[in-house]
């Protein structure tokens, strides 16, 4: 068997566990860079997911902490969706993927990491994203941190948060 060491993992595997929801924790926090959040609306935010499926991953989450889809408001609801379509536009434009998956895993048995707190992913998809590291090798490559992600999306985000383009924008 071969092995990869993945050593970044390790704080959160040997640091202390959140108690609390980590969205309902980072949501409210005005840390923004630290907490990788790139875009603060009224009823939502837009988060890079810290243990991505690939670079530039995405998460659309109301700021409510909520596990029913339909539990959320209309505002609530049209703003996330904006958000969504937001979060595309400016991955087309810096990253350029070949592809999306969005969606949203409702419950542990359709694959919720965080099943307390429904959020979207926004997944970009570049053509080999699924060569032979993930499906022989069981194994992930991610060509690019976090920090660079946050660097590169974060100003555009800041742009369209400027012009107000949202409805409900903060």
């Not at 390790?10 to 990788?36: A, T, V």
């Amino acid at each position: 068997m071969r092995e990869l060491w993945a050593s970044w993992r390790s704080e959160f595997i040997l640091g202390e566990k959140e108690k609390k929801c980590i969205f309902c924790k980072r949501g409210r926090q005005n840390r923004l860079r630290r907490n990788l959040i790139l875009y603060s609306g009224k009823y939502s935010f837009v988060i890079i997911n810290l243990y991505p499926y690939n670079p530039g991953h995405l998460m659309v989450v109301p700021y409510r902490h909520l596990k029913k889809i339909e539990s959320l408001t209309d505002a609530e609801h049209c703003e996330m969706t904006q958000l969504m379509v937001l979060s595309v536009k400016i991955l087309k434009k810096i990253f350029k993927p070949h592809g999306f998956n969005i969606g949203m895993n409702l419950g542990a048995v359709a694959g919720a990491g965080i099943k307390h707190h429904l959020h979207y992913h926004i997944v970009p998809r570049f053509i080999g994203d699924t060569n032979f590291l993930p499906a022989v090798g069981k194994t992930r490559l991610m060509s690019i941190g976090l920090d660079q992600i946050y660097d590169k999306l974060k100003p555009e985000f800041d742009r369209h948060q400027k012009q107000g383009k949202l409805a409900h924008s903060k």
